[in-house]
């Protein structure tokens, strides 16, 4: 089992992502003046980063993970359920209904929970979920959603769109630690209950008929599975926005890379898409410093030549 | 010899109109029954009302006495196993990891597998030959391993009644046999009871002790293969003429088919 040393391998790379993100940055601070006056302040900043770069990586990545086993798809993403254009809708019509700030977060939130009832309950027929049925929900709420965005930023104009600029292409600029705790909770909460149904997520990978005569409840399952990723993908969005490519491809990379055994697989992907996303945010303001460059351009103009890579390899490393 | 399986007076389907209409068959210990019949005879259709993972519109199958539908689906798992036609079209899982699934049913909710389960799921690998694959990608394989590694994972359900559906179907002749005798002789040394489509008519008179005639999702014709491969029970049923004679070896019905245009 290559599992241990692939665990202590990613964990050895996740401190190290860590420390440069916390001394590299607009300033430059020493490792041993991290905690000296004035730094400290900085340092609490990058902290609170690198813990939603943690959260992002993970919960984007794992609820890939489940959405493409569960719905047997390789274009299955976190935000297949409309929760990235029900939560913009929901911040544009705050914006222009003149909503402080403060409340954004909020509207998103219960943008994406709206999105996923509406999108779950079209798939819906007799109580059961056909995979197809959702995914082409998904796709028209999304059309819909991001029309009548469009529609409203036309009409109202610029102010609107200034503020959806960070939700659309995601930052993790988090200023707020109450709301990064709060996030966290449905999150790592939500990884760990998904972990419980590895053995589940490995039988229904292999189809619903499969499972069944392996004693699982298959719809019952999928409901579950279903609602946990679409409240870690709602809790996400309101802290940083739309973040791509993490929840699409990483899954896919790790699959190639570890095997498709979901027991291996969660934890691993866990920590090697914090590893990637910390390392995104980090070039996100390095990169043109002051000026940040938002992070999901960069998780896919990095991410995509890796996947490239990978799949012309064609080989398990 | 107990009957293990009573389907009485089953119907279902998938749109408005039944496939199956009123099947009922008995299925004894130690059976080895094959299912035959034409394209969209219902035989499929049959096994999937049976094995409960497509639910059943009249009629009741009972285990043993015990109707299947009160039964905990688990409990249902680890009595009955189903091996389907197109089984591992999944991602790539290892064969161990594979053949491990097959504990699930034995399993309750949020227990990993003990020493015990990955014991037995060696156990069932070196019974099916294929303990060398067992680190190997499902991917890798060829038809015929991928075969024997898919009843491994049948029979680390530990299962007393085996369903398969087709299990020969994209395997040489060679495999073929290989796999039925496998089959075989887990009926006859294991005791494990076997229900199983099979297309060919000549492997079904060779390996079955009984046989149901599928026909429009009814039982056209069901015992022992003498009684059911008839060449009137073929021709009814199949529109095609054949022989019957006997096979040299076996003293079994051997079928010869009569190509047109002669």
Same mark, same amino acid.
Request: proline share 3%; charged share 15%; aromatic share 6%.
């Given at each position: 089992?290559?599992?241990?040393?692939?665990?202590?391998?990613?964990?050895?790379?996740?401190?190290?992502?860590?420390?440069?993100?916390?001394?590299?940055?607009?300033?430059?601070?020493?490792?041993?003046?991290?905690?000296?006056?004035?730094?400290?302040?900085?340092?609490?900043?990058?902290?609170?980063?690198?813990?939603?770069?943690?959260?992002?990586?993970?919960?984007?990545?794992?609820?890939?993970?489940?959405?493409?086993?569960?719905?047997?798809?390789?274009?299955?993403?976190?935000?297949?359920?409309?929760?990235?254009?029900?939560?913009?809708?929901?911040?544009?019509?705050?914006?222009?209904?003149?909503?402080?700030?403060?409340?954004?977060?909020?509207?998103?939130?219960?943008?994406?929970?709206?999105?996923?009832?509406?999108?779950?309950?079209?798939?819906?027929?007799?109580?059961?979920?056909?995979?197809?049925?959702?995914?082409?929900?998904?796709?028209?709420?999304?059309?819909?959603?991001?029309?009548?965005?469009?529609?409203?930023?036309?009409?109202?104009?610029? #102010?609107?769109?200034? #503020?959806?600029?960070?939700?659309?292409?995601?930052?993790?600029?988090?200023?707020?630690?109450?709301?990064?705790?709060?996030?966290?909770?449905?999150?790592?909460?939500?990884?760990?209950?998904?972990?419980?149904?590895?053995?589940?997520?490995?039988?229904?990978?292999?189809? #619903?008929?499969?499972?069944?005569?392996?004693?699982?409840?298959?719809?019952?399952?999928?409901?579950?599975?279903?609602?946990?990723?679409?409240?870690?993908?709602?809790?996400?969005?309101?802290?940083?926005?739309?973040?791509?490519?993490?929840?699409?491809?990483?899954?896919?990379?790790?699959?190639?890379?570890?095997?498709?055994?979901?027991?291996?697989?969660?934890?691993?992907?866990?920590?090697?898409?914090?590893?990637?996303?910390?390392?995104?945010?980090?070039?996100?303001?390095?990169?043109?410093?002051?000026? #940040?460059?938002?992070?999901?351009?960069?998780?896919?103009?990095?991410?995509?030549?890796?996947?490239?890579?990978?799949?012309?390899?064609?080989?398990?490393? | 010899?107990?009957?293990?399986?009573?389907?009485?007076?089953?119907?279902?389907?998938?749109?408005?109109?039944?496939?199956?209409?009123?099947?009922?068959?008995?299925?004894?210990?130690?059976?080895?029954?094959?299912?035959?019949?034409?394209?969209?005879?219902?035989?499929?259709?049959?096994?999937?009302?049976?094995?409960?993972?497509?639910?059943?519109?009249?009629?009741?199958?009972?285990?043993?006495?015990?109707?299947?539908?009160?039964?905990?689906?688990?409990?249902?798992?680890?009595?009955?196993?189903?091996?389907?036609?197109?089984?591992?079209?999944?991602?790539?899982?290892?064969?161990?990891?594979?053949?491990?699934?097959?504990?699930?049913?034995?399993?309750?909710?949020?227990?990993?597998?003990?020493?015990?389960?990955?014991?037995?799921?060696?156990?069932?690998?070196?019974?099916?030959?294929?303990?060398?694959?067992?680190?190997?990608?499902?991917?890798?394989?060829?038809?015929?391993?991928?075969?024997?590694?898919?009843?491994?994972?049948?029979?680390?359900?530990?299962?007393?009644?085996?369903?398969?559906?087709?299990?020969?179907?994209?395997?040489?002749?060679?495999?073929?046999?290989?796999?039925?005798?496998?089959?075989?002789?887990?009926?006859?040394?294991?005791?494990? !009871?076997?229900?199983?489509?099979?297309?060919?008519?000549?492997?079904?008179?060779?390996?079955?002790?009984?046989?149901?005639?599928?026909?429009?999702?009814?039982?056209?014709?069901?015992?022992?293969?003498?009684?059911?491969? !008839?060449?009137?029970?073929?021709?009814?049923?199949?529109? !095609?003429?054949?022989?019957?004679?006997?096979?040299?070896?076996?003293?079994?019905?051997?079928?010869?088919?009569?190509?047109?245009?002669?």
């Amino acid at each position: 089992m290559y599992f241990k040393k692939r665990f202590v391998i990613l964990f050895l790379l996740l401190g190290l992502a860590i420390i440069f993100g916390l001394i590299k940055g607009a300033v430059n601070i020493p490792l041993s003046n991290l905690l000296l006056g004035d730094n400290r302040v900085i340092f609490n900043l990058r902290l609170l980063r690198i813990i939603a770069a943690i959260l992002v990586g993970s919960g984007l990545a794992v609820s890939g993970i489940v959405l493409q086993a569960i719905l047997r798809n390789p274009l299955a993403e976190p935000y297949l359920l409309g929760t990235s254009s029900g939560a913009g809708l929901a911040a544009v019509v705050a914006v222009i209904a003149g909503v402080s700030r403060i409340y954004l977060p909020l509207a998103a939130f219960l943008g994406a929970v709206l999105s996923i009832i509406i999108v779950y309950n079209l798939a819906r027929e007799r109580g059961i979920i056909a995979d197809q049925s959702l995914i082409l929900s998904g796709v028209i709420i999304s059309v819909v959603f991001s029309s009548i965005i469009v529609f409203l930023v036309s009409l109202f104009g610029n #102010e609107a769109m200034h #503020e959806m600029n960070w939700w659309l292409w995601g930052s993790l600029q988090v200023y707020d630690h109450k709301l990064i705790f709060l996030v966290a909770l449905p999150v790592v909460l939500g990884i760990c209950a998904i972990y419980l149904f590895s053995q589940d997520l490995n039988a229904i990978s292999m189809g #619903e008929d499969e499972a069944k005569h392996l004693g699982i409840n298959t719809q019952a399952i999928k409901k579950i599975l279903i609602l946990i990723t679409a409240l870690i993908t709602a809790s996400l969005i309101c802290i940083c926005g739309i973040i791509g490519f993490v929840g699409l491809i990483v899954p896919h990379m790790m699959r190639m890379v570890v095997g498709p055994n979901h027991k291996i697989l969660i934890p691993l992907t866990c920590l090697a898409a914090s590893v990637f996303v910390v390392l995104c945010d980090l070039l996100s303001r390095t990169l043109f410093a002051p000026v #940040e460059i938002p992070i999901g351009v960069i998780t896919a103009i990095i991410g995509a030549p890796v996947f490239i890579i990978l799949l012309k390899k064609g080989k398990r490393i | 010899m107990g009957i293990m399986l009573e389907i009485k007076n089953i119907s279902g389907g998938y749109y408005k109109e039944n496939i199956i209409k009123g099947i009922s068959l008995d299925v004894t210990r130690g059976d080895f029954l094959v299912v035959i019949g034409p394209n969209g005879s219902g035989k499929t259709t049959l096994l999937r009302l049976v094995t409960r993972a497509l639910p059943l519109r009249k009629g009741e199958v009972l285990y043993k006495g015990q109707d299947t539908l009160h039964m905990n689906l688990k409990e249902f798992c680890r009595r009955i196993a189903f091996v389907s036609q197109d089984a591992s079209t999944g991602f790539s899982f290892t064969v161990m990891e594979l053949v491990l699934m097959g504990r699930i049913p034995h399993l309750k909710r949020l227990q990993f597998e003990s020493k015990r389960d990955i014991e037995i799921a060696r156990e069932k690998l070196m019974l099916t030959d294929t303990f060398s694959l067992k680190d190997k990608r499902m991917d890798e394989l060829s038809a015929g391993e991928r075969q024997r590694v898919i009843i491994a994972r049948a029979l680390a359900q530990e299962p007393e009644l085996l369903f398969l559906d087709e299990p020969t179907s994209h395997l040489d002749i060679g495999h073929q046999i290989q796999a039925l005798d496998l089959l075989k002789k887990l009926n006859r040394r294991n005791g494990l !009871t076997i229900v199983m489509i099979l297309h060919d008519l000549n492997l079904a008179a060779a390996y079955a002790n009984r046989i149901a005639l599928l026909d429009k999702g009814v039982i056209f014709k069901a015992g022992t293969p003498e009684e059911v491969l !008839t060449y009137q029970n073929i021709e009814a049923v199949y529109k !095609t003429i054949v022989l019957v004679g006997k096979n040299p070896v076996t003293g079994k019905p051997n079928l010869v088919l009569v190509p047109g245009e002669n």
